[in-house]
């Protein structure tokens, strides 16, 4: 991988390499835009936040891009393309290859293939249900619990007349 700190990066010259892969995949035109226009507006944050593209991951440039100031219906669409940029810089050497799943990410992604399979299969439930059953589970995942410091349960007992200690003679007094 080539170190970006080394020389400078040219930002014009990526996005005219992008473009032409871009149109090596046939995209149209308007698509095409829309791509550039999404990745100016990640280039434009990075220069404002001081963020190099050897320093880019996947996920940083989709924050960068969600949290720019877009229309409603086209966020997602913008957080997508982002992703996909910085992909393709990751198979040019450019950018870092995003971090190695976690144990958690990894078991969070076994459960959900399993419970997707499970609403398919078992319950015939649509794939656009399947979505929005699993935004719920993570939702339900995600919450953070805070673990409260147990305490002993205080239990009020009655209060009984306190019995005199046991006296050994009178059990000797006893019939046995």
């Given at each position: 991988m080539s170190d970006p700190t080394a020389e400078p990066v040219?930002?014009?010259?990526?996005?005219?390499?992008?473009?032409?892969?871009?149109?090596?995949?046939?995209?149209?035109?308007?698509?095409?835009?829309v791509y550039l226009r999404s990745i100016r507006e990640l280039l434009r944050r990075m220069e404002e936040r001081g963020i190099t593209l050897g320093d880019l991951t996947p996920d940083i440039?989709?924050?960068?891009?969600?949290?720019a100031p877009w229309r409603c219906d086209r966020l997602q669409y913008a957080g997508f393309i982002a992703r996909r940029f910085v992909g393709w810089l990751v198979a040019q050497g450019i950018a870092k290859p995003p971090a190695p799943p976690t144990p958690v990410e990894i078991a969070r992604a076994a459960l959900r293939r399993d419970f997707e399979e499970y609403l398919r299969g078992q319950r015939g439930v649509s794939e656009r249900t399947i979505a929005d059953c699993w935004r719920r589970v993570e939702k339900f995942l995600e919450f953070p619990v805070r673990p409260r410091r147990c305490q002993p349960r205080q239990h009020r007992t009655r209060r009984h007349r306190r019995l005199p200690p046991a006296d050994d003679r009178a059990q000797d007094a006893l019939p046995g």
């Open positions: 040219h930002f014009d010259s990526i996005i005219a390499r992008y473009r032409a892969e871009l149109e090596r995949q046939n995209y149209i035109r308007e698509t095409i835009n440039a989709a924050d960068l891009v969600l949290r």
